[in-house]
């Protein structure tokens, strides 16, 4: 029965890291062609909260529209971590470079680009409007031309927006930025008309295609959303079906407290409402146009406002557009009260142990100046942490290597007797205080580090393009050398089955080495199976994190050096219980 429960451990084990193997090698699929982009759709605004309907027979008034040869004023936006443009013309943030961060380890890698004007195949923006409830109120549109006052746009310049329709009312938009990647939008409407108008402010994110994603079960891609205290979670697949059924609403919900946005693997944008109580209204929307999936997130006041005649109404939003910084996303948390946002990174189910492991390599990055040490010296404290447990399993172990001789005999002895046989192993186990199943607890004690390690590489932007020693420049990337072209020597790139890279290699000899000091189980497929552990977890992790390779072959090697410092105790207590005669030291 002990022997059973071993197998299903060491099946267990190796069953874990299959499925992440599988989910690792969907990591980086084939990039997609972007499909072709539609003509953008200028007419009509997002409506997304129900508004009172216009009256019988009333005819809603257009917007009038720029000539079609005037270039669009556009705002430049700049604080040193952000530069990009607001155009006038509709009231768009439509482009925006992240300075901090690049497309690859390269030094002359371009910027991180987040968003982009409509129109292109990357098209990706944000957008502020109303919408006449009324159905007679001439509204701003898309090609609506705004009048400018202030700019460029930065940390201590805002800039104010402003389009009068003409018939009594003016519309405002005053643009903040702060020293992050966080925008404030204060829209305000003054009615000078001399009756009540009904409006609804809004405010959009917009994507004009599906972005390309990880692929990963682990990873959230898509709409998210926290909604007084509730994390809501739709990619893009559900999202398109579930707008099938729904007139196009993937999504939507109401609450007091929150936000809602686009979440990329390290890329956000979120709106989220800037006066505290009050309820706000989210919708995740898809809108097919021809063959290409667009996606909305739009946000608005769950009622239209009525604006009597000398009166105004007001509505102020938040646009996060930038990196998952963990402890940016923290202070905005804490400091501007947007809910739960730190769970805009998706630590998982075991949040609770993933996101301290975090903190800890985080700051020993910091310490160190070199995640990969932080890495080394995080494990060398997990190793400390778990001595004691450790400590016992190898106790448990060697006493096991020096009983093999003793496991031998039993089993010729009563090999024609099975469940005599297993009395007698289970009563040596007894009375040497041993557990034979001792050997697989160092391995299950790894999978739950492994797990929430494998998360901080994969999802924390901290994590990316973090380089080691050596070779290794990206911590959260698989090592690049390869066995089968000769770590580059030759001139051939391998398929992407055949990489054996080098930390692999070093992470197989050291499971290798630590085997040689286990006992071997007597049973004869046992023991070819603990033979090619190290050869299947080899090929079974080259293509993980090199971070997460260098953590196993550091924490084996601290072991091997645990397990080998306890032999030695034992063996010289084995050697000194024996009398003269049977080999021991004499007695002084």
Same mark, same amino acid.
């Given at each position: 029965?002990?022997?059973?429960?071993?197998?299903?451990?060491?099946?267990?084990? $190796?069953?874990?890291?299959?499925?992440?193997?599988?989910?690792?090698?969907?990591?980086? *699929?084939?990039?997609?062609?972007? *499909?072709?982009?539609?003509?953008?759709?200028?007419?009509?605004? *997002?409506?997304?909260?129900? !508004?009172?309907?216009?009256?019988?027979?009333?005819?809603?008034?257009?917007?009038?529209?720029?000539?079609?040869?005037?270039? %669009?004023?556009?705002?430049?936006?700049?604080?040193?971590?952000?530069?990009?443009?607001?155009?006038?013309?509709?009231? #768009?943030?439509?482009?925006?470079?992240?300075?901090?961060?690049? +497309?690859?380890?390269?030094?002359?890698?371009?910027?991180?680009?987040?968003?982009?004007?409509?129109?292109?195949?990357?098209?990706?923006?944000?957008?502020?409007?109303?919408?006449?409830?009324?159905?007679?109120?001439?509204?701003?549109?898309?090609?609506?031309?705004?009048?400018?006052?202030?700019?460029?746009?930065?940390?201590?310049?805002?800039?104010?927006?402003?389009?009068?329709?003409?018939?009594? #009312?003016?519309?405002?938009?005053?643009? =903040?930025?702060?020293?992050?990647?966080?925008?404030?939008?204060?829209?305000?409407?003054?009615?000078?008309?001399?009756?009540?108008?009904?409006?609804?402010?809004?405010?959009?994110?917009?994507?004009?295609?599906?972005?390309?994603? %990880?692929?990963?079960?682990?990873?959230?891609?898509?709409?998210?959303?926290?909604?007084?205290?509730?994390?809501?979670? !739709?990619?893009?697949?559900?999202?398109?079906?579930?707008?099938?059924?729904?007139?196009?609403?993937?999504?939507?919900?109401?609450?007091?407290?929150?936000? %809602?946005?686009?979440?990329?693997?390290?890329?956000?944008?979120?709106?989220?409402?800037?006066?505290?109580?009050?309820?706000?209204?989210?919708?995740?929307?898809? $809108?097919?146009?021809?063959?290409?999936?667009?996606?909305?997130?739009? !946000?608005?006041?769950?009622?239209?406002?009525?604006? *009597?005649?000398?009166?105004?109404?007001?509505?102020?939003?938040?646009?996060?557009?930038?990196?998952?910084?963990?402890?940016?996303?923290?202070?905005?948390?804490?400091?501007?009260?947007?809910?739960?946002?730190?769970?805009?990174?998706?630590?998982?189910?075991?949040?609770?142990?993933?996101?301290?492991?975090?903190?800890?390599?985080?700051? @020993?990055?910091?310490?160190?100046?070199?995640?990969?040490?932080?890495?080394?010296?995080?494990?060398?404290?997990?190793? @400390?942490?778990?001595?004691?447990?450790?400590?016992?399993?190898?106790? =448990?172990?060697?006493?096991?290597?020096?009983?093999?001789?003793?496991?031998?005999?039993?089993?010729?002895?009563?090999? +024609?007797?099975?469940?005599?046989?297993?009395?007698?192993?289970?009563?040596?186990?007894?009375?040497?205080?041993?557990?034979?199943?001792?050997?697989?607890?160092?391995?299950?004690?790894?999978?739950?580090?492994?797990?929430?390690?494998?998360?901080?590489?994969?999802?924390?932007?901290?994590?990316?393009?973090?380089?080691?020693?050596?070779?290794?420049?990206?911590? =959260?990337?698989?090592?690049?050398?390869?066995?089968?072209? @000769?770590?580059?020597?030759?001139?051939?790139?391998?398929?992407?089955?055949?990489?054996?890279?080098?930390?692999?290699?070093?992470?197989?000899?050291?499971?290798?080495?630590?085997?040689?000091?286990?006992?071997?189980?007597?049973?004869?497929?046992?023991?070819?199976?603990?033979?090619?552990?190290? !050869?299947?977890?080899?090929?079974?992790?080259? =293509?993980?994190?090199?971070?997460?390779?260098?953590?196993?072959?550091?924490?084996?090697?601290?072991?091997?050096?645990?397990?080998?410092?306890?032999?030695?105790?034992?063996?010289?207590?084995?050697?000194?219980?024996?009398?003269? %005669?049977?080999?021991?030291?004499?007695?002084?």
């Amino acid at each position: 029965m002990d022997q059973k429960r071993l197998l299903a451990a060491i099946a267990l084990s $190796v069953g874990i890291l299959l499925i992440f193997d599988v989910w690792n090698r969907t990591m980086n *699929p084939a990039p997609v062609a972007p *499909p072709p982009v539609a003509h953008e759709q200028t007419s009509g605004s *997002p409506v997304p909260a129900p !508004v009172v309907p216009a009256a019988p027979g009333a005819e809603v008034s257009a917007a009038p529209a720029a000539p079609a040869t005037a270039p %669009a004023q556009t705002v430049a936006v700049a604080n040193g971590r952000v530069e990009g443009r607001i155009s006038a013309r509709g009231l #768009q943030l439509d482009q925006l470079v992240l300075r901090d961060y690049r +497309e690859h380890t390269r030094p002359n890698s371009p910027l991180v680009r987040l968003l982009a004007p409509r129109g292109l195949p990357e098209g990706y923006f944000a957008q502020w409007g109303w919408t006449a409830a009324d159905g007679r109120t001439p509204v701003p549109g898309n090609d609506t031309d705004w009048t400018v006052t202030g700019g460029p746009l930065s940390a201590a310049s805002p800039v104010t927006f402003t389009w009068d329709n003409g018939v009594g #009312q003016v519309f405002e938009a005053v643009v =903040s930025l702060d020293d992050n990647y966080m925008f404030g939008v204060r829209q305000r409407v003054i009615n000078r008309g001399d009756q009540a108008v009904t409006l609804l402010p809004w405010a959009r994110i917009r994507r004009e295609r599906t972005p390309q994603t %990880a692929g990963f079960f682990i990873l959230h891609e898509g709409f998210i959303a926290v909604q007084d205290g509730r994390l809501n979670e !739709v990619t893009y697949n559900d999202g398109k079906s579930n707008a099938a059924t729904a007139r196009g609403t993937a999504y939507e919900g109401e609450a007091s407290a929150g936000w %809602a946005g686009l979440s990329d693997k390290y890329w956000l944008t979120a709106l989220t409402r800037a006066e505290d109580g009050q309820r706000l209204r989210s919708a995740f929307r898809h $809108v097919p146009e021809g063959n290409v999936d667009r996606w909305q997130v739009d !946000v608005a006041p769950p009622t239209a406002a009525t604006v *009597p005649a000398g009166g105004e109404a007001a509505f102020a939003t938040r646009l996060f557009a930038g990196a998952k910084e963990v402890h940016l996303l923290d202070r905005y948390r804490d400091r501007l009260g947007v809910q739960d946002f730190d769970k805009a990174i998706d630590f998982g189910w075991f949040y609770f142990i993933t996101k301290p492991f975090f903190y800890a390599l985080d700051w @020993l990055g910091r310490t160190f100046g070199n995640f990969g040490v932080a890495i080394l010296v995080f494990t060398f404290s997990l190793k @400390l942490f778990f001595f004691p447990l450790a400590n016992k399993a190898y106790k =448990s172990m060697s006493k096991m290597r020096l009983l093999a001789p003793k496991m031998t005999e039993i089993r010729e002895r009563y090999k +024609e007797d099975p469940a005599k046989m297993q009395a007698e192993m289970m009563a040596l186990y007894k009375t040497e205080k041993i557990n034979p199943a001792s050997g697989c607890l160092p391995i299950l004690i790894q999978i739950p580090v492994f797990f929430a390690l494998y998360k901080v590489l994969f999802v924390a932007i901290e994590m990316r393009h973090a380089p080691f020693f050596g070779w290794i420049q990206d911590l =959260s990337a698989p090592d690049p050398t390869n066995l089968f072209n @000769l770590f580059g020597l030759l001139p051939y790139d391998p398929p992407a089955f055949f990489h054996l890279p080098a930390w692999a290699l070093i992470m197989g000899v050291t499971m290798w080495l630590q085997q040689k000091l286990n006992p071997q189980p007597p049973d004869p497929i046992q023991a070819k199976i603990f033979q090619w552990m190290p !050869v299947i977890f080899t090929f079974m992790l080259a =293509s993980f994190p090199a971070g997460l390779i260098i953590y196993w072959a550091w924490n084996n090697l601290l072991s091997i050096a645990q397990q080998g410092y306890i032999m030695r105790l034992d063996q010289k207590r084995q050697q000194a219980s024996l009398t003269p %005669a049977q080999g021991g030291a004499a007695p002084k």
